[in-house]
């Protein structure tokens, strides 16, 4: 995992799925459970799901807060 990593899950959008849209760090516990099952896809995509899901499901969501992006005046 790379620093940026952790950027890219409160950045980047989930590009396809039920779920299209969504920021990967706001992907339901189910879902990334799923991919664990199932299978990542194959390149970024799949890492960041894998890293979320790792995070997910340690307990580790809020570590993401401080780096989402805030609204200016809040």
């Known amino acids: 995992m790379k620093p940026e990593d952790l ?10 799925g039920k779920y299209k849209g969504r920021l990967i760090a706001d992907l339901p516990g ?9 299978g990542f896809p194959k390149g970024e995509i799949g890492r960041l799901l894998q890293l979320m899901q790792e995070i997910d ?11 989402r992006t805030r609204p200016r005046g809040t």
Not at 7 to 16: F, H, K
Not at 57 to 67: F, K, V, W
């Open 7 to 16: 950027l890219l899950l409160v950045t980047r959008e989930m590009p396809y």
């Open 30 to 38: 189910h879902y990334l459970n799923w991919f664990a099952r199932e």
């Open 57 to 67: 499901h340690n307990g580790l969501g809020p570590l993401l807060e401080p780096l």
